[in-house]
């Protein structure tokens, strides 16, 4: 059975950090695209950031230089460090698995920057 469950989430303050975990059963996780997206309240689910088997990473303009991506493929993790964060980045954050046309997703977890 394949699970993909994220942790870390919660409130914080303008300017505060977080880091996000999603932690992988079920799959080869090595060989999947992981990526993080967001859902904030009266918006479609958008695209944050993916890192792919080999490493290779990339991020939705909106929080370049400011998340990063990673990926313990001992520990079947993938994370998202997030700095400096704004109220627009509040919403659901929700992990993701693919590889060809398999593609699973995580039950989102909830990040409120408010002051």
């Known amino acids: 059975q394949v699970q993909l469950v994220e942790s870390g989430g919660g409130l914080v303050q303008p300017g505060g950090s977080l880091r996000l975990s999603c932690a992988t059963s079920?799959?080869?996780?090595?060989?999947?695209?992981m990526a993080w997206h967001r859902q904030a309240p009266g918006k479609q689910r958008e695209l944050v950031a993916t890192t792919t088997s080999g490493g290779s990473t990339n991020y939705t303009d909106s929080v370049k230089g400011r998340f990063t991506i990673s990926r313990d493929n001992n520990k079947r993790t993938v994370y998202l460090q997030m700095n400096s964060l704004k109220p627009e980045d509040t919403g659901v954050y929700y992990c993701r698995a693919t590889y060809y046309n398999s593609n699973y997703w995580g039950q989102g977890t909830q990040v409120t920057v408010s002051s």
């Open positions: 079920g799959i080869r996780f090595g060989i999947h695209t």
